[in-house]
Each structure stands twice: as structure tokens, then as C-alpha cells.
């Protein structure tokens, strides 16, 4: 309980004009994710995907906040398949069932808006279609949960627990992170725990839930590139993220799609 207050003191509390950068940012996020969407086909390279989410966030005056982050090369992560995060954009194309996430993160105004979201290149397997729902009801489950009184751990919880009745894993090694003015800042929002454990919400925190769920075991290793995050049984990993601000009753989603687009949604 100590710990707990202690580190719920560092969580940076925001005010009303903070809220609207973060409202400006999260859109601006949400609607570059909106525009990918039609550009995902087999066939085209992650880099092809990639340089149209940084043409699309330099063009409305925002900075993408990957590239030269700690030494990442480009202005979005897109992770395919096995890979939990952090896919490097490359040369690889697209294959028909290909799912992938792509993270995009603007810096507007000094506001970091930090989103992801998966795609299919065509058709989905019944599996992937599962693993997409399942992942995407979880990262719901959990930002039902935030209000002020309530606490990290509820909203680990209550994502923990819905992957988990549905037989897939929840990965330990990355986690959720407060955000603002700093891309990653405390608390680690992690996406698994017990009701009632760690630092409690009040209104003005900040911070993103994105659950990365895997079909099979929840371990992880990074390859030689420094970043690329693969399951270590190469099952299949899906990861959807929204960056929240709690309220007096609730949250606010800042990171929603204007064209309704955050569901899995599959091609006929
Ligand atoms: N956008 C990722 C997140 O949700 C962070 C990517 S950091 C990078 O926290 F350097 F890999 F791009
Ligand atoms: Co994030
Ligand atoms: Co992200």
C-alpha cells in the first residue's frame, strides 16, 4: 500500500487545456490509423505503409515521436503475425492473411497521441479473427473500468481475466505508460493484476492501455535489431491501444476513430 501511494504520487495530474491537447493529438492519431486502413492489401511493403503515416502526421504540423526514439528508425511500428511490437518497417510485403498492428504516435503541439490498431491483408483466419475480437473486447473491459477511486490493477484485471477465460495469453513484458507532454512517463499501466492492487486513479492522470494478447504462451524475446518483439512459440499476437484521461466519473477515450473505424472489422 505504501509502494502503491508512493508511486501514485509521480503520476503527473492534468488540467482542462491539457485535455484538449490531448484531444487534438489523440485525433490526429486516430484519423492517421483511419487512413492506412484502405492502403493494407498484399503487396505493399510496411515501408510503403509506413512513409504514408509520416507524410500524413508532418503534413498536419505534428513531429512522429518513434522516429529517432532511443535510436528507432521510422515514424510508425508495424508488427506482423508473430511479432508482439516494435516491427521495424522494412521491405517485406504484405502476404494475403498477413494481421498487423500499426502504432503510430504525432507529437502536436507538444501533446503525444498514441494509438494502435490491427488490419488483415485480405482474409483472416478464423483464428486471427478470435485473437483480434478477443484483444480488442479486452482493451475495452479495461478502460470500462477506469474512474477515479479505482485502480491500476482493476483495469489489469479485468483485461487478464477476459483473455484468459477466452484461452488465450496476456504478454508480461510490456505494458501501458502514463503520457502528455512525455511520450512514456509513470504509471506502467500493466495488463494483468489483481482488483484492487496498485496506484489508485484520480482525474487528470493520463496514460495509454494497450494490451498485447497471444494465441499461444505469453513469452516474448527482441531480436538482433534491438526492438522487433516476437512470441516465442511464433503464435499469433494482436495488440489494440487507446490513450485515456480520467475523469471526475470516468474516462475520456482520446484516441477514437471520427469515422468509427477502432473495431476489428474483416472483408467479406
Ligand atoms: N507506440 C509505442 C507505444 O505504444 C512505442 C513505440 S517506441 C518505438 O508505447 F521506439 F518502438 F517506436
Ligand atoms: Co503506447
Ligand atoms: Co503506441
Wanted: glycine share 12%; net charge negative; charged share 20%.
Amino acid at each position: 500500500m505504501e509502494q502503491a501511494a508512493g508511486e501514485a504520487r509521480r503520476i503527473p495530474l492534468h488540467g482542462p487545456d491539457d485535455f484538449e491537447g490531448m484531444r487534438r493529438a489523440g485525433r490526429l492519431a486516430a484519423e492517421c490509423l483511419d487512413m492506412i486502413g484502405p492502403h493494407v492489401q498484399p503487396g505493399i511493403t510496411t515501408d510503403a505503409l509506413d512513409k504514408l503515416c509520416h507524410d500524413f502526421m508532418v503534413e498536419r504540423g505534428a513531429t512522429p515521436a518513434t522516429l529517432g526514439y532511443r535510436g528507432y528508425p521510422k515514424s510508425s511500428c508495424i508488427s506482423i503475425n508473430h511479432v508482439v511490437c516494435h516491427g521495424i518497417p522494412g521491405d517485406r510485403r504484405l502476404a494475403e492473411g498477413d494481421v498487423l498492428n500499426i502504432d503510430v504516435t504525432p507529437i502536436l503541439d507538444g501533446w503525444h497521441g498514441d494509438t494502435s490498431r490491427m488490419y488483415v491483408a485480405g482474409t483472416p483466419s478464423t483464428k486471427a479473427r478470435l485473437l483480434l475480437e478477443v484483444t480488442y473486447e479486452s482493451l475495452m473491459r479495461g478502460i470500462a473500468v477506469v474512474k477515479p477511486g479505482a485502480t491500476l490493477g482493476d483495469i489489469g484485471h479485468a483485461i487478464q481475466s477476459f483473455v484468459e477465460k477466452n484461452r488465450f495469453s496476456v504478454v508480461r513484458d510490456f505494458c501501458g505508460h502514463g503520457i502528455g507532454r512525455t511520450f512514456h512517463a509513470p504509471p506502467n499501466v500493466l495488463h494483468f493484476g489483481r482488483r484492487g492492487e496498485g496506484p489508485v486513479l484520480k482525474e487528470g492522470m493520463f496514460f495509454t492501455i494497450e494490451p498485447m494478447v497471444n494465441a499461444g504462451r505469453p513469452e516474448v524475446k527482441v531480436l538482433d535489431d534491438g526492438w522487433t518483439a516476437v512470441t516465442r512459440d511464433r503464435s499469433m499476437s494482436a495488440q489494440y491501444e487507446h490513450m485515456v484521461g480520467v475523469t471526475a466519473t470516468g474516462c475520456e477515450i482520446f484516441t477514437l476513430s471520427p469515422a468509427g473505424l477502432d473495431k476489428p472489422s474483416f472483408a467479406a
